[in-house]
């Protein structure tokens, strides 16, 4: 086993990564001055005790945890089982989120019942809508899976920073920085999803949901730079 994978397989080494990111992240919240936009819809509805699907692209994952009010209600993600997956799903629970580890050697249909099993308890679901590995700004049809099967309101969120630190990972995912100017922006996207939908619908909804994310990133982007 090489060097690079035994630090990788490291729960001390993982646990101190995780901290190093919450630490960094909190400071970041703590010091910067943000604008947060458009989230009245989606507290609303979490106060009426309905759960929702709030979806974002990768890059911005890192500050997921103040695009999400998880005062008013609880929230679980969905990571990957890898080690990128794990940590992610680590630093999620430092603020509050729940996660649910999408293992491929599990059966799907376990999964599944486990999932809308937690959505019917009141749960809302996070999803990185081109995770865990790309391409980046691709949305995959797993946001679209979970709007069919559980019909709940989809929201769309980002955030954007004057001064961020860019990670060397597949989609650059942004760290921001201290005594920044930042934006939390919120969407909601009203497009309906039927239940049942052929191949050209699905991609017609998947390619929709794509363009409104990124309609709702570069704006945050422009926000910043302004």
Request: hydrophobic share 40%; net charge positive; glycine share 4%.
């Given at each position: ?10 729960e ?5 990564v ?18 947060r936009?458009?989230f ?9 005790g ?16 103040y695009?999400?009010p998880t005062?008013l209600?609880?929230i679980f ?8 997956g794990r ?8 603020f ?5 580890s999408?293992n491929?050697r ?10 809308l099993?937690?959505i ?8 990185a ?5 790309g391409?980046?700004r691709?949305c995959?049809?797993?946001p679209?899976?979970w709007a ?8 769309v969120?980002?955030f954007?920073?004057?001064n ?10 942004w760290?921001?920085?201290?005594r920044?100017?930042g934006?939390l922006?919120?969407?909601e996207w009203?497009t309906p999803?039927p239940r049942k ?5 699905e991609?017609?909804?998947r ?13 945050a ?5 302004s």
């Amino acid at each position: 086993m090489s060097l690079r994978k035994k630090l990788a397989d490291s729960e001390r080494l993982q646990s101190w990564v995780v901290s190093l990111l919450e630490r960094r992240v909190r400071k970041a919240w703590r010091s910067s001055r943000w604008q947060r936009i458009g989230f009245e819809p989606m507290e609303d509805s979490l106060r009426a005790g309905e759960p929702v699907i709030v979806v974002l692209w990768h890059q911005r994952l890192m500050m997921s945890p103040y695009l999400f009010p998880t005062e008013l209600g609880p929230i679980f993600t969905l990571t990957s089982a890898a080690r990128a997956g794990r940590l992610a799903g680590q630093f999620q629970t430092r603020f509050g989120m729940e996660t649910i580890s999408m293992n491929s050697r599990e059966r799907h249909v376990t999964m599944s019942r486990q999932i809308l099993r937690k959505i019917k308890e009141g749960y809302s679901i996070g999803i990185a809508a081109d995770g865990p590995r790309g391409p980046a700004r691709v949305c995959s049809t797993v946001p679209l899976v979970w709007a069919r099967s559980a019909q709940k309101r989809v929201f769309v969120v980002t955030f954007s920073a004057d001064n961020v630190r860019a990670l060397p990972t597949w989609d650059e995912m942004w760290v921001p920085r201290p005594r920044a100017k930042g934006v939390l922006l919120c969407e909601e996207w009203t497009t309906p999803v039927p239940r049942k939908m052929d191949a050209a619908q699905e991609e017609a909804l998947r390619l929709d949901l794509e363009n409104s994310l990124n309609a709702l990133s570069d704006r945050a982007d422009k926000m910043v730079r302004s």
